[in-house]
């Protein structure tokens, strides 16, 4: 067996990086069980005692993945805080959506693939809520950014925030399995979003 040692020079922030890279993709495409810590350290150019270094177990390193793959995708997404409308924040949302699974194809299927995951191995269980966490800070946003410019001003920000998850998360799964996007999906969000920020203006 080999030894666990850290691995002879090299920067190990770079490393580590390289190592996370790595297995996102080796895990996107081949699942959990299915994902080989001898082929993640072939991608990088490592031994494999040399991710047990960074990352001690499979588990660790499968969570530390979820983490740096959540907080960049969710940062991606979330809307600025000058942001004034949700038509506007949903058209944002839709492009930086389509712009990263079309750039960071692992990226969305590993984050597409954690409910299954999730479902065989209970250790992952808490990724969940992490992930609901993760979904919350960007759609609660979006419901008071539609809630303040009278978009959604007929429903509690509880229920603004619901809607918004589900037409955002209905619109990426059905995207994200078919591989090709719905045509017109978009259009007819946005048409409604347009919809209720001229009704809110009218109101006013």
Do not use: C
Request: aromatic residues 10%.
């Amino acid at each position: 067996m080999s030894a666990r040692g850290r691995p002879k020079g090299g920067d190990s922030t770079q490393t580590k990086k390289k190592i996370i890279d790595a297995a996102r993709l080796e895990f996107a495409t081949n699942g959990y069980d299915g994902g080989s810590i001898m082929a993640i350290a072939n991608s990088v150019g490592i031994a494999p005692s040399a991710v047990y270094h960074y990352f001690q177990s499979k588990e660790k390193l499968y969570t530390d993945v979820f983490e740096q793959t959540s907080t960049a995708i969710w940062d991606s997404v979330t809307p600025p805080q000058e942001a004034q409308t949700l038509l506007e924040s949903m058209e944002q949302l839709l492009d930086d959506s389509r712009l990263l699974a079309d750039t960071l194809p692992s990226y969305s299927d590993f984050l597409a693939s954690l409910p299954i995951e999730a479902r065989l191995h209970p250790e992952f269980s808490d990724l969940l809520q992490k992930r609901a966490d993760y979904q919350d800070k960007t759609f609660r946003k979006l419901a008071n950014i539609g809630i303040q410019s009278g978009e959604l001003d007929f429903l509690t920000e509880d229920e603004a925030t619901e809607l918004v998850r589900s037409i955002v998360m209905g619109w990426f799964f059905e995207r994200h399995f078919r591989q090709e996007e719905i045509p017109n999906s978009a259009d007819a969000i946005l048409a409604m979003f347009e919809h209720l920020l001229n009704s809110g203006k009218r109101k006013k």
